[in-house]
T-cell receptor, first 113, second 115 residues
Framework: EAGVTQFPSHSVIEKGQTVTLRCDPI?????LYWYRRVMGKEIKFLLH????????ESGMPNNRFLAERTGGTYSTLKVQPAELEDSGVYFC???????????FGPGTRLTVL | GDSVTQMEGPVTLSEEACLTINCTYTATGYPSLFWYVQYPGEGLQLLLKATKADDKGSNKGFEATYRKETTSFHLEKGSVQVSDSAVYFC??????????????FGKGTKLTVNP
């Protein structure tokens, strides 16, 4: 069975540009999470979907970040416009309902110049 | 809010040496505790977990015991291998106000094992 996949693996953009990250969870996993690790700091929670609904987006840093999960399958995280401090590794994780083991993707490394 | 503190390293050991990576936490509730491992070029993988006090999680020769009295979950292995070289993250589960069970991570400890 395929694990959580993320695309792209790396993205280098200039300040002010837009980037969209994609996450494909494990099939059948209704929970989908986004996390971010900024250089030298902890991995931090961004938001949580249950199916297509946002359960909690309290970790989203500001309104330049927009996450969607249309149809309850894959999810996208758009950063518009990107700022230097958005650089880091963005992780996606998924889990089954009622199970607290989250399965992580390899992450997308975003560099904003 | 809840937080996790782990020794930051980096840690460099010779093969067959003993490993301990310290992890302590602060939490208002009664969280589950986890160790995740990230091998080079890969995503985070769950290494082991414990859900209540005095539980011992174990996997691949690694162990950690949930110590509520000292709020600790130290990772140990008696004899490390070169293949254990990775970044290790201690984490706890925290229920957010929105009802999500998010993970709260430590900063990670990079382990390098030399032959």
């Amino acid at each position: 069975e395929a694990g959580v996949t993320q695309f792209p693996s790396h993205s280098v953009i200039e300040k002010g540009q837009t980037v969209t990250l994609r996450c494909d969870p494990i099939s059948g996993h209704d929970n989908l999470y986004w996390y971010r690790r900024v250089m030298g700091k902890e991995i931090k929670f961004l938001l949580h979907f249950v199916k297509e609904s946002k359960q909690d987006e309290s970790g989203m840093p500001n309104n330049r970040f927009l996450a969607e999960r249309t149809g309850g399958t894959y999810s996208t995280l758009k950063v518009q416009p990107a700022e230097l401090e958005d650089s880091g590794v963005y992780f996606c994780a998924s889990s089954q309902l009622a199970y607290n083991e989250q399965f992580f993707g390899p992450g997308t490394r975003l560099t904003v110049l | 809010g809840d937080s996790v503190t782990q020794m930051e390293g980096p840690v460099t050991l010779s093969e067959e040496a003993c490993l301990t990576i310290n992890c302590t936490y602060t939490a208002t509730g009664y969280p589950s505790l986890f160790w995740y491992v990230q091998y080079p070029g890969e995503g985070l993988q769950l290494l082991l977990k414990a859900t209540k006090a005095d539980d011992k999680g174990s996997n691949k020769g690694f162990e950690a015991t949930y110590r509520k009295e000292t709020t600790s979950f130290h990772l140990e292995k008696g004899s490390v291998q070169v293949s254990d070289s990775a970044v290790y993250f201690c984490a706890l589960s925290d229920l957010t106000q929105g009802g999500s069970e998010k993970l709260v991570f430590g900063k990670g400890t990079k382990l390098t094992v030399n032959p």
